[in-house]
Structures are given as C-alpha cells and as structure tokens.
C-alpha cells in the first residue's frame, strides 16, 4: 500500500521558516518524483515544488522560486521542503504526492498524502 505521510506544518510568522517532511512508503521511492502542492481556502489546488529522485531533477513554482529548496533523502525515503521567508499568502494546506513520471508528477499526480496546514501570520 501505497502511504505519504506529511509533517512539520505549523504557524509561523511571516519571514519565518518551515520545514516540510514526506516520508514514502508502499513502492520503490528511486522510481518515483514527488512533489508538493498546496490548497488555500476558497482556491484551487496548485503545485509547488516536485523532484525526481532518481536523477534530482527539480521543478519549482515561480512564487517560491528563491524561498523554497526541495530535496530528497533516498536512504529515507523521505522528501523535504525548507520553506524560507514565508508570506501570508504561502498560508495553505500543504500535500505530498508522488508519480513514476516528474512531468505527469506537475499535472497529474498518482498518490497524495493526507495534508499539513501551514500558517503564516502578517
């Protein structure tokens, strides 16, 4: 089975930092990207950040460009998101989801995680 389990959300200030955590299980993690996407109330589900961890290959969105790293530890099979200089508007719940392809990864992932809500305060 399958399983993304997030963690590390929480309420920060703006300026301030998180760090996002999905670990994988259920498939053979070097085989798959995964990424992070994000919902606010009220919006639609957008895409974030995605990696592909067998070659590091990264994707991010432009309003995280700069702010953001995603990385990958394959020996845990967990993914990361060091979210840097958050603004209010990064407010959302965050998702975790994985595909074979990195390219179908940004439009259509095949597993998602339950969510972790971040919060950041003006």
């Known amino acids: 089975e399958v399983q993304l389990v997030e963690s590390g959300g929480g309420l920060v200030q703006a300026g301030g930092s998180l760090r996002l955590s999905c670990a994988a299980s259920?498939?053979?993690?070097?085989?798959?990207?995964i990424g992070w996407f994000r919902q606010a109330p009220g919006k639609r589900r957008e895409r974030v950040s995605c990696i592909s961890t067998s070659d590091g290959n990264k994707y991010y969105a432009d309003s995280v460009k700069g702010r953001f790293t995603i990385s990958s530890d394959n020996a845990k099979n967990t993914v990361y998101l060091q979210m840097n200089s958050l603004k209010p508007e990064d407010t959302a719940v965050y998702y975790c989801a994985a595909h074979r392809s990195l390219l179908l990864l940004t439009l259509a992932p095949a597993y998602w995680g339950q969510g972790t809500q971040v919060t950041v305060s003006p």
């Open positions: 259920g498939f053979t993690f070097d085989d798959y990207a």
